[in-house]
């Protein structure tokens, strides 16, 4: 794994704050001139660091309301029946996120929806197909105190 200096650390921390700074920008932010800042870039992008760019919409303007977070249980951990639970669940747009965790439940899972009706009959119809369900536990976020795709870098 490459080392990251200081340079290519600032290069991150700019890049996640606005993905869309010209490389013109970017250089003169890091002192730099523009082809090296492209070629730092560009290694970043090729050793993994930068997976991609993307435009940060807002949920509530797109009118999805409801945000849920859904604890689910297994009642049988073979490994086909993770996968198919693992392959559903990648499969739909409404949900944002799924984790593997430990603790109480098997998978921790991020849903949004527009309204309580379209969220009830998506979690109805979502996880009535997934096979060996053991618990399921829904939480409705409230209020969303903080949310961001920013990672720290040291």
Request: with cysteine; net charge negative.
């Amino acid at each position: 794994m490459l080392e990251l200096d200081r340079i290519d650390q600032d290069m991150l921390r700019l890049l996640q704050a606005d993905g869309r700074m010209t490389g013109g920008k970017l250089a003169e932010k890091l002192a730099l001139s523009e082809s090296p800042s492209w070629r730092r870039q560009k290694r970043l992008e090729a050793d993994g660091y930068i997976e991609g760019y993307q435009a940060i919409v807002s949920r509530k303007k797109l009118g999805l309301g409801v945000l849920a977070f859904v604890r689910l249980s297994v009642a049988e951990h073979s490994e086909s029946v993770l996968t198919k639970i693992e392959m559903h669940l990648a499969a739909h747009q409404n949900v944002l996120s799924c984790h593997k965790v430990s603790g109480d439940a098997d998978y921790l899972v991020q849903i949004v929806a527009k309204d309580l009706d379209e969220y009830g009959r998506f979690f109805t119809s979502i996880f009535s197909d997934l096979p060996g369900i053991a618990t399921l536990h829904s939480n409705l976020s409230l209020q969303e105190v903080k949310a961001t795709s920013q990672l720290p870098i040291y």
